[in-house]
């Protein structure tokens, strides 16, 4: 058990302060994962009017994305986090101030908006401090101190959401800034110069090579990586319903003890993510990551396909340990696919990009099905959704044959 943490070991200082952050913050992630329950008991909207708004802030962090990857690219990535983040986090402090007013909604659409600006840095950082032979470790790492945290927020949350509600905000936000202290004082920006660039840019591979001109130009150049990012919409389409269908599903069923079902189902969550995280990383280590991430649609398609057929919590855990095994694939992979195709010169504004394209579907997931489960029923969203993750399951698959068919055509061509 112990040497499947050696995977850890050697990895850069910062990483480890990141770690520690991760944790911090996470340990008061409290608004987004009661975010559906808050707008429908709290506020009072419908089904349909959650999924707008839920969309619109989705929205907003798209233009926030834009602009943060290129601001990162320019201005360096500890900045526009720390910056950026903790606007975020007095947005959630003033939440706390504003009660069940629908004014909540619009402030947290602002602080979609910060973290948009703010995410693309995080990326890039983590990028710029590994090696494609570490990126992995590093990924899983910071993955793991998320959910180190996860697993007491959802529970201290479920508590505060009926007679606390004020404090799942101010706890978010005060969270949120001593984490930021923890980067402001310990972890250079690792942004590098152009002597830099110079200096390792015939060291890496050719899609990490220095690019000139626009972040489209040097995305037309990796067909692959644009494919990818538009096949794994269709997984965090899926992975969307986990925060908006299930807590509705459980709603229907349970009505009050829902919210502290839904807490027990997010800290189920980051429990398994806390034990299988390193298992799963280790077991899958010698697989491509698009390999990684194809299998993630089996785990969504058995996950969330089997909840059309449950009313007894019992198997709304085994529900949940099955999607978040591919939860753990998803995470540990996707990054790592996205920075082993970013150009050294373009790591925000990639990272920012392929957020935004890949997140389509985390966006669109709660307007569509919200429109489709006043149509349909909730309980028919999970038949859907078996369907649509077995189909990113297979073109995953295509996809890495092609990409491997590609790759050895060039190779001939050079010899």
């Known amino acids: 058990m112990v040497k499947m943490f050696n995977m850890y070991k050697g990895l850069p200082r910062s990483i480890y302060i990141l770690f520690i952050a991760r944790v911090v913050n996470s340990m008061g992630m409290f608004v987004y994962p009661f975010l559906t329950l808050f707008l429908s008991k709290k506020i009072g909207l419908s089904d349909s009017e959650i999924g707008f708004y839920m969309l619109l802030a989705s929205t907003t962090f798209v233009p926030g994305a834009f602009l943060g990857g290129k601001l990162t690219d320019h201005f360096g990535r500890k900045k526009i986090l720390l910056i950026f983040q903790s606007l975020a986090a007095l947005t959630f402090i003033s939440c706390g101030f504003m009660g069940n007013s629908m004014i909540v909604t619009w402030l947290l659409i602002t602080a979609s908006l910060f973290n948009g600006i703010a995410d693309p840095a995080t990326g890039a950082m983590v990028t710029d401090l590994t090696e494609p032979k570490n990126r992995k470790a590093a990924f899983s790492l910071l993955y793991l101190g998320i959910n180190i945290g996860v697993a007491i927020g959802p529970i201290i949350a479920g508590f505060l959401f009926e007679n606390y509600t004020r404090w799942i905000f101010w706890g978010d936000g005060l969270t949120t800034v001593i984490a930021l202290s923890l980067v402001l004082i310990y972890v250079p920006d690792t942004k590098p110069?152009?002597?830099?660039?110079?200096?390792?840019?015939?060291?890496?591979?050719?899609?990490?090579?220095?690019?000139?001109?626009?972040?489209?130009?040097?995305?037309?150049?990796?067909?692959?990586?644009?494919?990818?990012?538009?096949?794994?919409?269709?997984?965090?389409?899926?992975?969307?319903?986990?925060?908006?269908?299930?807590?509705?599903?459980?709603?229907?069923?349970?009505?009050?003890?829902?919210?502290?079902?839904?807490?027990?189902?997010?800290?189920?969550?980051?429990?398994?993510?806390?034990?299988?995280?390193?298992?799963?990383?280790?077991?899958?280590?010698?697989?491509?990551?698009?390999?990684?991430?194809?299998?993630?649609?089996?785990?969504?398609?058995?996950?969330?396909?089997?909840?059309?057929?449950?009313?007894?919590?019992?198997?709304?855990?085994?529900?949940?340990?099955?999607?978040?095994?591919?939860?753990?694939?998803?995470?540990?992979?996707?990054?790592?696919?996205?920075?082993?195709?970013?150009?050294?010169?373009?790591?925000?504004?990639?990272?920012?990009?392929?957020?935004?394209?890949?997140?389509?579907?985390?966006?669109?997931?709660?307007?569509?099905?919200?429109?489709?489960?006043?149509?349909?029923?909730?309980?028919?969203?999970?038949?859907?959704?078996?369907?649509?993750?077995?189909?990113?399951?297979?073109?995953?698959?295509?996809?890495?044959?092609?990409?491997?068919?590609?790759?050895k055509k060039v190779l001939v061509r050079k010899s």
Do not use: C
Request: hydrophobic residues 50%; proline residues 3%.
């Open 193 to 407: 110069t152009e002597k830099e660039i110079k200096q390792t840019n015939d060291k890496l591979s050719d899609s990490e090579k220095a690019e000139l001109g626009s972040v489209f130009k040097a995305l037309l150049k990796r067909p692959f990586l644009i494919g990818f990012a538009i096949i794994y919409s269709l997984l965090t389409f899926s992975y969307s319903q986990h925060a908006f269908s299930i807590p509705l599903q459980l709603n229907d069923i349970f009505g009050d003890a829902s919210s502290k079902m839904f807490g027990t189902i997010m800290s189920v969550n980051a429990i398994v993510v806390l034990i299988m995280t390193v298992p799963l990383t280790n077991l899958t280590k010698n697989l491509k990551p698009v390999q990684n991430v194809s299998i993630v649609g089996i785990l969504y398609a058995l996950g969330f396909g089997m909840i059309y057929y449950i009313d007894y919590f019992p198997f709304f855990i085994l529900s949940t340990i099955l999607w978040t095994m591919g939860e753990i694939l998803a995470v540990t992979n996707v990054g790592v696919y996205i920075a082993n195709h970013s150009p050294i010169t373009h790591r925000g504004r990639f990272s920012s990009f392929l957020n935004i394209l890949s997140g389509a579907g985390y966006a669109l997931g709660p307007a569509i099905m919200g429109i489709y489960i006043e149509s349909f029923g909730v309980r028919q969203v999970w038949i859907l959704l078996f369907f649509i993750s077995m189909g990113a399951f297979i073109l995953l698959n295509l996809h890495h044959r092609i990409e491997v068919w590609s790759k």
